[in-house]
């Protein structure tokens, strides 16, 4: 993993603790889900150094993050690349739990966010980004919106801004099982696996997608399932 550092100076802390406009009665639970020590301990300074959060599960695999029982409705700031469960199956793993997922990754490309969005996440940062900004969008996605860092955002705005021609696609629901399996960011042996049909099977569905859709490529695909809501949200 890409070594990166969340700045947090005595001049940080305090623009951190600056930026909460006003603290809540009830405190944020955060919890962390990073395997990079250096990253992870300097992600917790920050959040305890708010005074409005409050800092739950620190685990650096989904398997440890879930032994520790955090209760469900809090925030989980998670790396994608973990050790076990990772990527978009780490995070519908989290937000299965009931909690809501900020992604903050060194990969950053237009397929990893598409597909954690896809997945259920609430947010997505660049580990380059500093203390504030996280705490920005914690404070977001506690209230129940989502948030995206701008250098990301044209990913997501133009995953919802193609043209729609014509009349509107219509899959079968098996189609629409594959397609959402897909933009989880699970591959074809794991789809098969996931709906119990052979790969052979599950690529004859890709194809009859992309026939009905023009769509080619996963990232294609993937802004479609987001087009078309098959993401997974808390509670689902």
Excluded: W
Aim: hydrophobic share 45%.
């Amino acid at each position: 993993m890409t070594d990166v550092e969340v700045r947090s100076d005595e001049s940080e802390v305090d623009d951190v603790v600056d930026d909460a406009e006003s603290v809540p009665a009830a405190k944020i639970l955060v919890g962390i889900v990073e395997d990079h020590p250096l990253y992870r301990a300097a992600v917790e300074r920050v959040l305890r150094a708010s005074p409005d959060v409050e800092v739950g599960v620190v685990a650096d695999s989904v398997a440890r993050f879930a032994v520790g029982r955090q209760p469900a409705g809090s925030v989980v700031v998670l790396d994608l690349k973990l050790r076990g469960v990772r990527d978009a199956a780490a995070v519908m793993e989290v937000v299965g739990m009931g909690h809501r997922v900020l992604i903050v990754s060194a990969h950053a490309g237009q397929s990893e966010v598409l597909s954690a969005m896809a997945a259920g996440a609430s947010g997505y940062l660049s580990k380059d980004v500093d203390g504030p900004e996280i705490l920005r969008a914690v404070r977001q996605i506690a209230a129940g919106n989502s948030y995206v860092s701008p250098t990301l955002a044209a990913f997501v705005l133009n995953s919802t801004r193609q043209p729609q021609a014509g009349p509107r696609i219509v899959l079968s629901e098996r189609e629409r099982q594959v397609l959402a399996l897909l933009a989880a960011g699970e591959r074809d042996a794991d789809i098969a696996e996931a709906m119990s049909i052979s790969i052979r099977t599950v690529r004859s569905y890709l194809d009859r997608i992309r026939d009905k859709t023009g769509r080619r490529r996963r990232p294609e695909l993937t802004r479609l399932a987001i087009q078309e809501g098959l993401g997974v949200r808390p509670g689902d």
